[in-house]
């Protein structure tokens, strides 16, 4: 889960993040990660009642959280008490990645050299930042930016006009034209008539033969990672918003649009024009009509249709009378 692509404040304390927080154990952070995934020494986040599971094993060593939820964290785990979880994240964020918050330009961009990358064709005006490793026999288009410490596998073919940053890309992907990947995400805190920006220090992560039409937009993760699994296929013009997950074996039609944090299952089949609401979780072999609306789980072997999404069987009812 950690990030290789964001600049981070070296030997930087608990206590210089949470000035005004007495804590026991000064430590030095690692990283931020979320409850499931956070190690000794981790700092995590716990907003929800709905992540109770992950808090009562987290093995965080200090978690941001409110009054009301620190009774569900083990006992070695340092409270951090707050009155908002999530703006007390980014201000804490921002002081261990200082440039999350902003997708600064890339200066490190050159023309690709022969040199280090014999097997890969490119089409015209393509740039590539530092350390960016592309597999044998790949295909990069014409106007393409692959952003510093980018990977893309073997045998891929990435369209023109294709920006990737912040990004580990299997072998055998496609990405079609004008595609985005890995941008930082919508994020951010409304304060008393100001935006604070929501740093987002994850990653997009594509596994191997996945396929992403023309014009679509993946955002990387926030704390998490955006991942996409094996063998999906997403029609053009499709929004990935932070931190989604998707399985394996899914089909995913145009202009569908996901909110950050969802989770989908292995065999989804999703219709043009959906949207799928934030911080769900959606099954396996679910199948979800076009122009529906989902604003909450659906359990495996579902079929669902309509705003708001219902079983098919009751949507054709409705829809008869």
Known sequence: MSSNFFFKKKNIKINKIFPKIKFNNNFTVNSVKPLEFAKSNDLTFFDSIKYKSQAL????????????????????????????????????LKKIYPTADIDYPDLSLKKPSKKY???????????????????????????????????????????ANIIVKNSIIGDRVVLQDDCKIGQKGFGFIPINNKNIKFPHIGKVIIKDDVEIGSGCTIDRGSVDDTSIGKNTYLDNQVHIAHNVQIGSNCMIAGQVGFAGSSKIGNNVSIGGQAGISGHLNIGNNVKIGGGSGVIKDI???????????????????????
């Open 117 to 159: 990358y014999k097997s890969v064709k490119f089409g015209n005006n393509v740039l590539i930042g530092k350390n960016v490793k592309i597999g044998k026999d790949t295909l990069i288009g014409s106007n393409a930016i692959l952003e510093q410490n980018v990977v893309i596998g073997k045998n891929c073919i990435l369209g």
């Open 57 to 92: 094993n987290t093995e965080a060593i200090a978690c941001i959280t409110t009054e009301k939820l620190a009774k569900f964290l083990p006992k070695n785990t340092q409270r951090i008490i707050v009155k908002n979880v999530l703006l007390e994240l980014a201000l804490a």
């Open 299 to 321: 359990d495996d072997n579902q079929i669902v249709m309509g705003y708001p999404a219902v079983p098919f069987k009751d949507f054709i009812k409705n829809w008869k009378k």
